[in-house]
């Protein structure tokens, strides 16, 4: 029994670390364009005055994000890549598909993992964008913290977010 509770631990820091690795292997790629935004900066963005309602809104969703991750890539290879170790995350970190989106312009699928006691919000929500008929670009977007699923068109507009996160409610 002892065994099993020293185990738990160590399960889950590597469980964890294993997430963060993978898109170490995506930021190190010379292939794959990476962004990534700490809540560090989230955090300063929320502190800029401003009369505007709208700013003020994306200001206080912002205030709640802990981190955001975006890499993108039309390399054939590395968009192989991002999307195998997109996949591993989901199942490690156990996200739960949200939704898919498939036209001529790209196939998406949206994964999230649970947030408080209001459905509507999530901890992450990771989205994968494959090329199709008429994109050659991969995408792969990962947003944490406290997240309003119903909100995030704002976070789209304000941040030049890929339009099929504009289409979650």
Request: glycine residues 4%; without cysteine; proline residues 2%.
């Amino acid at each position: 029994m002892k065994i099993k509770l020293l185990l738990l631990p160590a399960l889950l820091v590597s469980m964890s670390l294993f997430g963060q690795n993978s898109f170490e292997k995506l930021e190190a790629n010379k292939e794959i364009a990476s962004t990534i935004v700490s809540q560090k900066m989230f955090q300063m963005l929320s502190k800029i005055d401003s009369k505007d309602a709208e700013a003020k809104e994306f200001m206080e969703i912002a205030n709640k994000l802990k981190g955001m991750k975006v890499f993108t890539t039309e390399n054939p290879a590395a968009a192989s890549l991002i999307k195998a170790e997109a996949l591993q995350y989901v199942k490690t970190a156990a996200l739960t598909e949200l939704m898919r989106v498939k036209d001529n312009a790209q196939n998406v699928k949206f994964y999230t993992k649970g947030g408080s006691n209001n459905s509507d919000n999530v901890q992450e929500l990771l989205m994968i964008a494959e090329p199709s008929e008429s994109s050659k670009q991969t995408v792969l977007l990962s947003l944490t913290g406290d997240i309003s699923l119903s909100k995030l068109g704002i976070l789209t507009k304000n941040m030049n977010l890929p339009q099929e996160v504009k289409d979650i409610k």
